[in-house]
């Protein structure tokens, strides 16, 4: 139950475009039909069929596949206010939501801009801007460089005066772009360089800056609201430490290490960074815990000028709408509570469901199967035929639990993950998974490093047992057909199945109504296969799995995705092998190519024909998603050609750079 605010009008808002796309589209969109606004989606090419041009009441074609030609677009974004009668822009998060040019041309237009004035947003929207105010008012920083120059002789000369370790961070935007961790001095200008070359795609600023590093610490954040009438409070603290390549994939509240004094004091140093601004509007201003001293000193890292990825955490912990707080704040309403009138309750998680696999690296494809868990609020915008593709943020939608305690809310969300069912391009979902049952995370130790020391230890527990593998394979062989109509044989069918760098070998012998004898070496295994709508039920040496199964076309071959529930709850890719010629071998032979492993853009090429590189040297740069993703030579070896241009579109498997052995 949401806590509702007046229902005053003193600034009719009547139509609402969302500048935006996706689940934060469709999460203003509920809001404001519940509020009796009418909406306007725009999109780009990409996004035509996407499920928020649907929902909204009227949408309206930016053009365009790329951001900056839709998305980004302030002069387009206009244009179509203007001619769907829109009287108010939600900016969402991303895209233009921390654009003080933007918000300003809102407002020139005669607008309602939902969000903090554009004064706010120039002066906490800059890392290096809001550190300055806030030393001016008494809130924590680390020590750093916050300079204009942004010559290279001046990072190298700031450098040595701060000491090591460092973090170099673009002073705009947000979501662990443009941030590089530097441990050695001969690491400085590379990270200065990539960091620029980041943060200039994604934010159209290359400006850094530098501060001392905490190697250890947590991420708090502090979400505020505050109104036109000089009212601002805090509703409490989010957890966000567990991180890959600096971006959240799991947020909690309250924190494990916070104090109810310790809040009190971080929540007054947020009000002050805000109220120093003149801030309007719903904000978050991120600290760095230091968990290494016993006293727990904070600092802070920026302000977030906008609604974070990450409210739903807040808005079960304390059951207000932000996004109708918003609104209303936009449209001249006082704050409807006093700070000593929020109340948190219970505790809250949330996972980000990404297109990646447990590696990281961004996915692209078509979802074939979609199911939602029960029990668990899930902000998405996915459907059947949604086409993920390259040029947005990885993120699908975001699954939220909330529980009387932490343990009980990590249980609801592990489950909740279990239950979902996304099949047609590999996910984050079982690494997630994993992630809740780590025992660092369920202790509430987890730091910013959980990860990096972690992830492979999360890894090795996600790999198929052989009966799992078994299954999966059944699952592929059956899901086209009813298991009873495969006809009795006497014959065996020798069937090969690739899994990764693995294949499975057995003989199958269908002996009519769905039972099978399976021969996998010496052993052997009676199963039997039923099948209700689209699920699979696979008994197999006492045990029942369940499982779905479909086929994604890939550039080359088609590949099956799998997922299982049952003793153990996982997703396979499979490639039936079984008409193929085995390996002769020729799989143990020196890599002879570098290829795309997934959708993006080559932006840069460090190598020429000809040029001798050792393994590990940086051969090549794709951006994908938003992020740069650097390619290493596998090996020893000289470029004996290369097979695509700087500025193309490339595609998952495709050969960039061909190899020959060093002399």
Known sequence: MTTSLSSTLPHKVTRLLIANRGEIALRVIRTARLMGIQTVAVYSDADRDALHVHEADTAFALGGTLSADSYLRIDKLLAAAQATGADAVHPGYGFLSENAEFAQAV?????????????????????SAAKALAQQHGVPCLPGYFGADQSDATFKAQAEQLGLPLMVKAVAGGGGRGMRLVTDMAQLLPAVHSARSEALAGFGNGDLLMERALLRPRHIEVQIMADQHGNCIHLGERDCSVQRRHQKIIEESP?????????????????????????????????????????????????NTRLQVEHPVTEMLTGLDLVEWQLRIARGEPLPLAQADVSLRGHAIEVRLCAEDENFTPQTGTVQAFAEPAGLRFDHALHVGTVVTPHYDSMLGKLIAHAPTRAQAIDRLGTGLDQTALLGLPTNRAFLAACLKHPMFRAGEALIPFLAEHADAVRQSLPATSEARTVATLAVLYVGQAPANAMPSPFTRPVRMGMGADTLSLNLQERGQGQVRIQTGDATHQARVTRSAETLHIDLNGQRWHARAVACQGAHTVQWHVQLHGPENLELWLSDQSHSAPSTGASAQAVQSLRAPFNGKLIALHVQEGQAVQQGDAVLVIESMKLEHILCAPRDAVVHSLSANVGQQVGPGQALVQWKDAA
């Open 107 to 127: 407002i020139d237009a005669g607008l309602t801009w939902v969000g903090p004035p554009p004064a706010a947003i120039r002066a906490l929207g800059s890392k």
């Open 255 to 303: 924190s494990p290490a916070v104090t109810p004094a310790l809040r009190v004091q971080l929540g007054q140093a947020a009000i002050a960074l805000a109220q120093s601004a003149g801030y309007v509007g719903a904000g978050t201003v991120e600290f760095l815990l230091d968990e290494a001293q016993t006293d727990k000193p904070f600092y802070l890292m920026e302000m």
